[in-house]
């Protein structure tokens, strides 16, 4: 597998940003916030980026509002102020805030749209979700909502909305339904992708303006690659 591209200060890519917040589009190898690898997170990259760009003195503030798995790309939110925050996580938490994914699979559901209801266990020694059909010791209702929106040569594209936000909930649901998502050897594709990304994309984010009231519409550019660049 060779090393996967991750974001940094100079390469960051800003898909919006205002004095109370910042949209970045995340790179697969991007890890949204700290963890036992000790690899930079995505929120202190931003951090570098704000206090270079408007030369900061002193520690920057930088609030993460929510997360994407590490091999997934796409739309992550930041809040710049102390401000924004609060009223960004009441936004998620009332789920008034929707995301929209895009992912390749290459088997088609049975059901060109539906609504996929399961019961996730997480087993966090694996780092994995399990799918129920029937609620189990442990586990939480997930619903998604997808819709095949192209066909191409070796693979479908899905659009999907995310009604909760479990560990893995889309990689585990689709996976179930057999359709795995392109790269996601944990979840039963049969090879990785190149960069060590799994193709899962956030797409787009709409949302009200913790400050300004404003609706917010964002889409995120696909990866540069040629499975994605078929898709437009």
Same mark, same amino acid.
């Given at each position: 597998?060779?090393?996967?591209?991750?974001?940094?200060?100079?390469?960051?890519?800003?898909?919006?940003?205002?004095?109370?917040?910042?949209?970045?589009?995340?790179?697969?190898?991007?890890?949204?916030?700290?963890?036992?690898?000790?690899? @930079?997170? +995505?929120?202190?990259?931003? =951090?570098? *980026?704000?206090?270079? !760009?408007? #030369? $900061?003195?002193?520690?920057?503030?930088?609030?993460?509002?929510?997360?994407?798995?590490?091999?997934?790309?796409?739309?992550?939110?930041?809040?710049?102020?102390? @401000?924004? +925050?609060?009223?960004?996580? =009441?936004? *998620?938490?009332?789920? !008034?805030? #929707? $995301?929209?994914?895009?992912?390749?699979?290459?088997?088609?559901?049975?059901?060109?749209?539906?609504?996929?209801?399961?019961?996730?266990?997480?087993?966090?020694?694996?780092?994995?979700?399990?799918?129920?059909?029937?609620?189990?010791?442990?586990?939480?209702?997930?619903?998604?909502?997808?819709?095949?929106?192209?066909?191409?040569?070796?693979?479908?594209?899905?659009?999907?909305?995310?009604?909760?936000?479990?560990?893995?909930?889309?990689?585990?649901?689709?996976?179930?339904?057999?359709?795995?998502?392109?790269?996601?050897?944990?979840?039963?594709?049969?090879?990785?992708?190149?960069?060590?990304?799994?193709?899962?994309?956030?797409?787009?984010?709409?949302?009200?303006?913790?400050?300004?009231?404003?609706?917010?519409?964002?889409?995120?550019?696909?990866?540069?690659?040629?499975?994605?660049?078929?898709?437009?």
């Amino acid at each position: 597998m060779s090393s996967k591209i991750v974001s940094n200060k100079n390469n960051l890519q800003v898909l919006y940003e205002d004095n109370h917040i910042i949209i970045v589009n995340k790179r697969a190898g991007d890890i949204v916030q700290g963890d036992k690898t000790g690899d @930079k997170p +995505l929120s202190e990259v931003v =951090k570098s *980026f704000i206090k270079e !760009k408007y #030369n $900061k003195p002193g520690n920057v503030y930088l609030g993460v509002v929510h997360r994407l798995d590490r091999p997934t790309t796409g739309i992550v939110l930041f809040a710049k102020t102390s @401000k924004a +925050l609060p009223r960004l996580n =009441k936004l *998620f938490a009332e789920k !008034k805030a #929707n $995301k929209t994914y895009w992912a390749l699979v290459k088997n088609i559901p049975d059901k060109t749209e539906s609504t996929l209801i399961h019961w996730l266990k997480k087993n966090s020694k694996n780092n994995k979700s399990s799918a129920f059909i029937k609620e189990t010791e442990g586990s939480k209702k997930a619903i998604l909502h997808y819709k095949t929106i192209r066909q191409l040569d070796n693979y479908f594209l899905l659009e999907i909305a995310l009604e909760t936000g479990r560990h893995h909930q889309i990689r585990s649901q689709l996976s179930s339904i057999g359709c795995p998502i392109k790269g996601d050897l944990k979840y039963g594709f049969d090879r990785s992708n190149k960069d060590g990304s799994i193709s899962l994309h956030a797409r787009r984010l709409d949302f009200t303006h913790p400050v300004s009231k404003e609706p917010i519409s964002i889409t995120a550019p696909l990866p540069d690659d040629p499975v994605w660049n078929a898709c437009l």
